[in-house]
Nanobody, 123 residues
Framework: QVQLVESGGGLVQAGGSLRLSCAAS????????MGWFRRTPGKAREFVAA????????YYADSVKGRFTISRDNAKNTVYLQMNSLKPEDTAVYYC????????????????WGQGTQVTVSS
């Protein structure tokens, strides 16, 4: 069992930056691939980024590529999402997730989810 707690969300102006953190507790963090997803009202949850258990592989949605960076610190049991050049369309609740499988864009492959953190980008 893994517990995930996101933090770092908030209100930011367009063009600004935020860094989200996801702290994990429970079983060995380094054995999990991690992902970030987001959901806006009335829309399905969508993939944002994923990272392999070692950090050697990273994957991004086309909409955030070049602006967002996913990383992890296995010594701190934490995964990060650095978000730069934020746009109003990035406004959403952001969730981190963990999987014992491979890093993937498919949300159904993830076993554990955090409660989410709200990111609001004003124009």
């Amino acid at each position: 069992q893994v517990q995930l707690v996101e933090s770092g969300g908030g209100l930011v102006q367009a063009g600004g930056s935020l860094r989200l953190s996801c702290a994990a507790s429970g079983r060995t963090f380094s054995s999990y691939a991690m992902g970030w997803f987001r959901r806006t009202p009335g829309k399905a949850r969508e993939f944002v980024a994923a990272i392999s258990w070692s950090g050697g592989g990273t994957y991004y949605a086309d909409s955030v590529k070049g602006r967002f960076t996913i990383s992890r610190d296995n010594a701190k049991n934490t995964v990060y999402l650095q978000m730069n050049s934020l746009k109003p369309e990035d406004t959403a609740v952001y969730y981190c997730a963990a999987t014992t499988r491979y890093a993937t864009r498919n949300q159904w492959e993830y076993d554990y989810w955090g409660q989410g953190t709200q990111v609001t980008v004003s124009s």
